[in-house]
């Protein structure tokens, strides 16, 4: 396994990073997380976060729409560009995922750099209409118990138990382009 992601295996919140910045910053206690090993992700979830591609793709395919940002807060800090998301269904304006992303924007070409702060469309869009190489490689699987932030984001009328995905993006050359905690809201087999 490469030095690059070695940390997040001994760090006990890193399964929650860059989720956990934002909630450090304003001062929130992060909720229950539990990590689980991929067969133990119940269907449908275990289709929608136990593989290799990048969620943009993977949640319109299932949702059979296209998805569009709702940036909750933001910060750039030493050339990475972190934000906090809603990844939300266009027309309907349905929360599919609820998420925090760090970028490094130094390795990304401008164009794409200048997409990714307009805030308009997911990382994983523009990776693929700027045509930049990259893999995705799971760190953790995740069971999250929503707190009133997630409850207000998704739309949760009460707390329920969560699935999600620790994820980090490569380059070819193995530097990490992005670090994603990825929440879905609870879904329906279709």
Do not use: W
């Not at 910053?25 to 909720?31: A, F, N, Q």
């Not at 750039?76 to 269904?89: I, K, W």
């Not at 990304?108 to 045509?131: D, M, S, V």
């Not at 760190?139 to 009133?148: G, P």
């Amino acid at each position: 396994m490469p030095d690059s992601i070695a940390p997040y295996r001994r760090e006990p919140t890193a399964i929650a990073h860059p989720l956990d910045e934002f909630y450090a910053r304003s001062g929130r206690e992060l909720p229950t997380i539990n990590r689980l090993l991929p067969d133990d992700v119940p269907p449908p979830y275990r289709s929608l976060l136990v593989h290799q591609n990048d969620m943009t793709s993977t949640l319109e395919t299932f949702h059979r729409g296209r998805i569009h940002l709702d940036v909750v807060s933001r910060d750039r800090t030493n050339g990475d560009y972190f934000r906090e998301v809603v990844l939300r269904l266009d027309g309907s304006n349905k929360p599919v995922e609820f998420g925090a992303i760090k970028i490094n924007l130094a390795l990304f070409p401008n164009t794409a750099q200048e997409r990714i702060l307009q805030e308009r469309h997911p990382l994983g869009r523009i990776l693929k209409e700027c045509g930049i190489t990259y893999h995705s490689r799971p760190q953790a699987f995740l069971r999250i118990v929503s707190d009133s932030l997630m409850k207000q984001l998704l739309d949760l009328p009460e707390a329920e138990s969560l699935y999600g995905r620790r994820n980090t993006l490569f380059d070819p050359q193995e530097r990490p382009l992005a670090d994603i905690v990825e929440i879905l809201p609870p879904v329906q087999k279709q």
